[in-house]
């Protein structure tokens, strides 16, 4: 238990902590683990990330949560494993399967083509639904995006769409997008495409805004620190390009 030297030391704490997030547990929940493991008084976030996906999240400390929007604006990275001819109602593992789908005769020339669909600017609309973790039990809850959210298009920009690994039905890629793009619709998309379907077997951020993934601690570990370690994996907010 921190002594009351740590615990103020702790509550005066402005900056960015990384976390890298496991698959299984919401970000919301990681937020209240680590607010309330080293009593902190403010906890923000600089952008969520899905209870299916792993990766680099990160926390902001005190009055670091002034600048979420700022950090929410900024663009993200990630690897994703995808499995062709399938497709379930959430576009990842996690939702219920709505169809089975021949792939075999995917080529990468086929994969290649309809990659190009997805770079540069493309119009999105949310996926109709959507996996999130249930309080207190193993499986997840698929809940139903609005109407009108769905049929909400926007606008959003892919940097970087590129083939890691090509070994039916697994694709492997990597994604460089902007604020707001949604890796479900991607997957959904590129299996329309396709002909097959396209569902997320794994997604992993690497990066958001300048932070990558190698900076970030397991969330696990980041539980395991001692108030004096945890002061040190924060991040000031001027060392972090916030002012």
Do not use: W
């Amino acid at each position: 238990m921190a002594n009351l030297a740590s615990i103020a030391m702790l509550a005066e704490l402005d900056g960015l902590l990384l976390v890298d997030k496991p698959v299984g547990i919401s970000a919301h929940d990681v937020m209240k683990a680590v607010k309330t493991r080293f009593n902190l008084v403010k906890v923000g976030h600089g952008g969520t990330l899905d209870v299916t996906a792993s990766g680099l999240f990160v926390l902001l400390l005190g009055n670091a949560t002034r600048f979420s929007n700022v950090l929410m604006n900024g663009d993200r990275s990630y690897r994703l494993t995808i499995r062709l001819g399938r497709e379930t109602d959430t576009n990842d593992r996690a939702g219920r399967v709505i169809a089975e789908k021949p792939f075999s005769g995917i080529s990468r020339e086929a994969l290649d083509s309809s990659l190009a669909e997805f770079r540069g600017d493309i119009y999105q609309s949310p996926p109709a639904f959507s996996a999130v973790k249930i309080p207190g039990h193993e499986g997840y809850e698929i809940v139903q995006t609005p109407e009108d959210e769905v049929r909400r298009e926007r606008m959003v920009h892919v940097y970087r769409l590129a083939v890691t690994d090509f070994a039916l039905p697994i694709v492997k890629l990597d994604v460089s997008c902007t604020k707001g793009a949604s890796i479900r619709a991607i997957a959904g998309g590129l299996g329309h495409s396709l002909g097959c379907g396209a569902v997320i077997e794994d997604c992993r951020r690497v990066a958001a805004g300048r932070h990558r993934i190698e900076d970030a601690l397991p969330f696990m570990d980041v539980l395991k620190l001692d108030a004096v370690d945890f002061k040190g994996r924060v991040i000031p907010t001027a060392e972090a390009g916030l002012r």
